[in-house]
């Protein structure tokens, strides 16, 4: 069994910062790539950042620059910090992750996290 728990959504101004954090637990040999998503009502779900077990990051256009994602291997954490917040940041967002799980096959599963919810106000 494995979960991902999400944590720091909430409400910000414009302009300000919110962090978040997504944890990963359970039964699990390694975590490999990891992600945050964001999903606006009535929109698809897309991705805002990336980062593979080696620190390798990508990111959506829209936040380049503004946003930064990063992990910490030994807690299988993964954070965004998210700057300059705008109108259009608002969404909730999941975290998204590659799990191996200690089987012989070390058969990998994507979980998600329940989701957390950003709010901007303008």
């Known amino acids: 069994q494995v979960q991902l728990v999400e944590s720091g959504g909430g409400l910000v101004q414009a302009g300000g910062s919110l962090r978040l954090s997504c944890a990963a637990s359970?039964?699990?040999?390694?975590?490999?790539?990891m992600g945050w998503y964001r999903q606006a009502p009535g929109e698809q779900r897309e991705l805002v950042a990336g980062?593979?077990?080696?620190?390798?990051?990508n990111y959506l256009d829209s936040v380049k620059g503004r946003f930064t994602i990063s992990r910490d291997n030994g807690k299988n954490t993964v954070y965004l910090q998210m700057n300059s917040l705008k109108p259009e940041d608002p969404a909730v967002y999941y975290c998204?992750?590659?799990?191996?799980?200690?089987?012989?096959?070390?058969?990998?599963?994507?979980?998600w996290g329940q989701g957390t919810q950003v709010t901007v106000s303008s």
């Open positions: 980062i593979t077990r080696g620190g390798i990051t």
């Open positions: 998204n992750a590659g799990v191996i799980l200690p089987t012989y096959s070390r058969t990998i599963l994507a979980y």
């Open positions: 359970g039964t699990i040999f390694r975590v490999d790539d």
